[in-house]
């Protein structure tokens, strides 16, 4: 299919767009780029496509779309231009422009219709339940999301056994996904505000005064997202950082640990020190950083909508990040997001490296 679109979900970046003085500083962090070097999957040449989709100067077509696809939306571009363009923005909003024209590929749709139909991405119809599902009122409400939920329990049994041996007041939130997914990938605003919705309404059941995430990609969604469109009257925290001060007693570990900052938790929030300050208080444990941390992390490639239409670029993206845990000679990666952990696993298969990769909540309960 090839046609001209109409852009009304990216008008209003024009001048997003027409600042960008094209010098080529975003090429050299990005990922995607990194791995193709087709001048039209960096973040310029995203630009340069979107303005031409919304001047109708170049028609939209597979490999428009590819290119605009190609993106993680890990948000690095943008830390390193001079002009502070807007790259995710114009990207995300362009491909609204690609979808609402009927550009969307089967994969994205297919976590669309999941969403829509079951209330998580992976179209799973039984919700697994946990400890604690059924209590009513707590001062703590426990997101869990649908990564943890579904595709990684063992991340949400760890979060609810460091909750309970910390002696938190905490209850489990009735969550359906909380929109990230589909707002990544370009679906309308109208489906997103209505899992907002959904999902205030189970926080407001439980009247907490506060709601704990394990995904950083659920955690940016309600740090930076929800109040654009809606009223939180709750605190937004990460595991990590309600975790990181409580000064819980952990049990030595003797070895070289190092942490990948999931780009929704660290460049798109700004949490970078609270899982270093859990990490170096890990007794005997060694931590050490990559070169590329906090703010230069290289994303692990899972983000974006990226994993699900190009999981060739996903995979080697992961594996270069395994690559760089190498290089500074650490045995385990540590993580706060399910998804990067997924991600990164494929990674480490791809290397055939002995790395373990884990969620370092899931560390922290076997130490406490
Ligand atoms: S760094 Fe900014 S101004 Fe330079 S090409 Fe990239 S987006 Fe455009
Ligand atoms: S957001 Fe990340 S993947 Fe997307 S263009 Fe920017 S640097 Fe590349």
Redesign the pocket.
Known sequence: MEKFIETKHSWDLEKEMMT???????KGVCPVFDISNWEGVG??GK?ILSYGLREKEIPADDSVMERLYQCTTCAN?ER????D?K?VDIVENIRKDLVSNGFIYPHHKDVVENVIRTGNPYGETEKVEFKHESKNKAKIGYFVGCTSRYRFPSIAKATISVLEKLGEDFTIVDDVCCGSTIQRIGWSDEAMKDLMNQNLKKIEEKGVEKVVFTCAGCYRMFKKEYPKHVDLNFEVKHIDEEIAGLGAKLKPLRKKITFHDPCHMGRHVGLYEAPRDIIRSIPEAEFVEMELNRSTAQCCGGGGGLRSAFPDYAKEIAGRRIDQASDVGAEMILTSCPFCVTNLNSGKEKRNSDMEVKDLIEVIDQLI
């Not at 390193?80 to 002009?83: G, I, L, M, T, V």
């Open positions: 960008c003085t094209y010098c080529g500083f975003c973040p310029r630009v571009c390193r231009c001079p002009s363009i790259v």
